[in-house]
């Protein structure tokens, strides 16, 4: 097969125009063309009033063919032998695994990386653990819409925790921007369309599968590793890891070797091998991984707010005439300004047609996120928009202040929200004016329980409120509309990704704690449901082949 790059064609282009772009292409006679599929397809909306398709496929012609047409153009990146983007196993466990000499793994959280973790795993053989502090799926979602409805916060089942992780309650985006030359990203997708996924995932430049389609396909997944010999048990908090004192020291703390978990029913789990998959938001756990001598660094994460506009008004912006069109649905955005202060402001987690949601995992704070369905068919469009803070500059203070910041924030909103789990709310015209809105206009937040209409500027440090209002006018110039004064602030978003990580080494194991191996966004090495699923298959690979290796030796 061959892959070709960079075919381009106008957006209402034929079904017969594709053949004849290849064999334009490749400068052959459409008879010598025996198939061909999509492989990607992405646009190119910088002229509204000239939208393009941009085309990766895979062609086939007879091997004579593909051989003249390879030497033709071999110094062209755009006509390449088809690579090898199937999935190689690393690794292969017996029949009686565990031995007796060896514990099964233990996976900690059952996010994204957790899941991914698990399911290689036991794809391998080796029958893991999984240890969740949250409920299953279904149960998770009927405590998270009891809260969006009632304000009943449940702290061990909510946005947060439970069966599929933050990215449950999301967009369901699936795409990323790390680099991925074993093409892991490839074997995500193919494990959510052999879940359930339409296989559209596999073709269309920026996947998504929104959140009412995850929770079957997160049940599915969760079968199949129970159906490879995994275990799976919620409502099972680990209170504290078992870690074992080394004779050697190091510069990063009195080394360890993990042995085992003790879960808050005071149950102990023994392992030699865990995996560390916890989500951004699991604090307490932090604070237990440092109490027992983990290392662990700060790390830069963004604060900001969650704005929203009618969809339509985002959809003309990006697309003119061609809003609407069904090949490009509803329109997304991703924007950057570097102001004057020395902050640079972005959007973040843009959710198309979707909602705002109460996202708090700790009563008596508040924060949000941003979801969509698969059919993006909501009123509002919505994303964060953030300004990076760091250490060194923001919370200096010890390893876990960006934490403190975080819930420092996060009550401020509650409390400005009236302490009810409100929401603090502010038209974009009148935060631009820095006055506090007194009623809505033409746009309904779609938040729930409710929301509280404030001034905004006492919910977040200074330099972030002076950072945000520069950049609002600058992106309106980027995308028409951006800075309507009936547009709505949300606040806070705080969790954009972990304030901490959880330092490992080249082999995937925690730089002063052996037989941990830290994954995912908690970690501090992944941000949404792609990237943190490529970390767990590594991580995956990492332990099982420590594992093997002291099996044979």
């Not at 795993?121 to 009927?142: D, F, N, T």
């Not at 902050?343 to 973040?348: C, G, L, T």
């Amino acid at each position: 097969m061959l892959r070709l790059n960079e075919i381009i064609l106008p957006l209402n282009h034929t079904d017969d125009d594709l053949p004849a772009a290849i064999a334009k292409k490749l400068n052959i006679t459409p008879d010598k063309l025996l198939s061909f599929s999509i492989y990607k397809r992405s646009y190119d909306a910088r002229k509204k009033s000239n939208i393009l398709l941009i085309y990766q496929l895979e062609v086939e012609l007879s091997e004579k063919n593909e051989t003249e047409i390879l030497n033709k153009f071999r110094n062209q990146p755009s006509v390449k032998s088809s690579p090898d983007t199937s999935y190689h196993q690393v690794a292969q466990a017996n029949d009686d695994f565990p031995t007796k000499k060896q514990l099964r793994p233990l996976v900690i959280g059952f996010g994204p990386a957790g899941i991914f973790s698990a399911l290689l795993l036991a794809q391998m053989g080796l029958r893991p653990i999984v240890l969740e502090r949250g409920k299953e799926v279904r149960q998770r979602s009927k405590d998270t819409f009891n809260f969006w409805r009632k304000g009943e916060l449940n702290t061990e089942s909510n946005v947060q925790f439970g069966e599929g992780g933050a990215g449950t309650f999301s967009d369901g985006k699936l795409y990323t921007q790390v680099k991925d030359k074993r093409h892991l990203g490839r074997k995500v997708l193919n494990e959510f369309v052999i879940a359930g996924a339409s296989k559209e995932i596999l073709v269309v430049s920026k996947p998504h599968i929104g959140t009412y389609k995850l929770i079957k396909i997160v049940e599915n997944m969760r079968a199949e590793i129970i159906r490879l010999g995994g275990e799976i048990r919620f409502e099972q908090k680990v209170e504290t890891i078992n870690r074992k004192l080394c004779t050697d020291g190091n510069d990063v703390g009195a080394a360890g070797q993990i042995t085992g978990v003790t879960l808050s029913s005071g149950e102990i789990i023994n392992s030699r091998h865990v995996i560390l998959a916890i989500g951004h938001s699991a604090r307490d756990t932090f604070k237990m991984l440092l109490d027992q001598g983990v290392y662990i660094e700060a790390k830069p994460f963004s604060i900001g707010f969650r704005i929203e506009h009618p969809q339509s008004v985002i959809d003309q912006a990006r697309f003119g005439e061609n809003a609407g069109h069904p090949i490009l649905g509803s329109a997304d955005y991703k924007l950057v300004h570097h102001c004057k202060n020395g902050r640079s402001v972005y959007s973040f987690c843009m959710c198309p047609g979707g909602t705002v949601v109460a996202a708090a995992s700790e009563a008596g704070l508040l924060v949000t996120n941003g979801m969509s369905q698969y059919s993006r068919s909501e009123h509002n469009a919505n994303s964060a928009i953030v300004v990076g803070i760091n250490p060194e500059q923001d919370y200096p203070e010890h390893v876990l202040a960006g934490v403190d910041l975080q819930r420092k924030l996060e009550i401020l909103a509650y409390e400005s929200g009236g302490s009810n789990y409100s929401a603090p709310v502010q038209l974009v015209g009148d935060f631009l004016k820095g006055k506090a809105s007194t009623k809505l206009a033409s746009v309904t937040p779609s938040y729930k329980p409710g929301i509280a209409l404030v001034d905004l500027s006492d919910t977040l440090p200074k330099f972030a409120i002076d950072a945000i209002r520069e950049a609002i006018p600058v992106f309106d110039k980027k995308i028409k509309g951006f800075a309507m004064a009936d547009a709505i602030l949300t606040g806070v978003e705080t969790r954009t990704s972990s304030p901490i990580c959880i330092k490992r080494g080249k082999d995937f194991q925690n730089i002063n704690t052996r037989g941990l191996y830290p994954a995912g966004e908690g970690a501090g090495y992944a941000g949404g449901i792609l990237s943190s699923g490529i970390d767990g298959i590594k991580v995956a690979e990492a332990l099982a082949l420590d594992i093997l290796n002291q099996i044979i030796h």
